[in-house]
């Protein structure tokens, strides 16, 4: 009778355990719980991940060593005759942002310092434009998508409160579920997408600052190669 009982319990252990194992919650379950709101958090996410692969190629392809692309520079102007034009050539088949701010200085050559200078800030202020370009975007995707995630709180904590209404007090946890989860949901992805959409706007925004910063010292040592010739001539 003993190992009647025995074999009974574990019949109905592993019974439970199978009621549980077919009542696992997959990740497209919670999505649909968490309501109508995960479709812009969800387009949210897609647009966060898309302007980070996007930004983290540019400004990693836009990263050169300024030492050595000056040294070139400076040998072709040194040249003689025909440097310039060699310089300007080089410049478009290097296609980085500071090549292009050098070559605006280049095609500058013989006019006032002034104008050498006027003409790499202009095409500086464009290159560091088209650096932060969409980061905006991540900035907005990391404030918003928090906000949706309480605003499905708000909107799940209301039907849940309407579903108490509407059985005048007579309720059970499972009839409160529904509106629980797509509170509960809503935040945790809302506040998932701004963390990741904040963190790595963070970061780019570091590695562009830094390319900002290459980008003006190289603008500043090529203006001193040019005034350099002149500052021995007066010595």
């Given at each position: 009778m003993h190992l009647l009982l025995i074999f009974l319990q574990d019949t109905a252990s592993v019974d439970s355990l199978m009621a549980m194992q077919e009542e696992t919650v997959t990740f497209f379950d919670l999505l649909i719980e968490g309501g109508v709101l995960m479709i812009p958090i969800f387009l949210l996410f897609a647009i966060s991940v898309y302007v980070i692969v996007e930004r983290w190629s540019a400004v990693t392809r836009s990263h050169v060593q300024p030492e050595k692309f000056l040294s070139t520079i400076e040998s072709m102007l040194k040249s003689g005759k025909g440097g310039a034009a060699n310089a300007m050539d080089y410049c478009d088949d290097f296609d980085k942002p500071?090549?292009?701010?050098?070559?605006?200085?280049?095609?500058?050559?013989?006019?006032?310092?002034?104008?050498?200078?006027?003409?790499?800030?202009?095409?500086?202020?464009?290159?560091?434009?088209?650096?932060?370009?969409?980061?905006?975007?991540?900035?907005?995707v990391a404030g918003v998508a928090p906000?949706?995630?309480?605003?499905g709180t708000v909107t799940g904590m209301i039907e849940a409160f309407m579903d108490i209404q509407s059985l005048q007090g007579n309720v059970n946890p499972s009839v409160l579920a529904g509106g629980i989860w797509e509170a509960l949901i809503t935040t945790a992805a809302g506040l998932i997408v701004g963390l990741i959409a904040y963190g790595f706007y963070n970061f780019l925004l570091g590695k562009i600052n830094r390319s900002i910063f290459e980008l003006e010292n190289a603008s500043a040592d090529f203006l001193d190669l040019l005034q350099s010739p002149a500052k021995k001539e007066n010595n």
């Open positions: 500071i090549a292009r701010i050098i070559k605006a200085g280049i095609k500058r050559l013989g006019r006032p310092i002034r104008d050498i200078e006027d003409a790499i800030d202009n095409a500086g202020k464009k290159e560091i434009f088209f650096l932060e370009k969409r980061m905006n975007w991540l900035a907005t906000l949706l995630g309480f605003t």
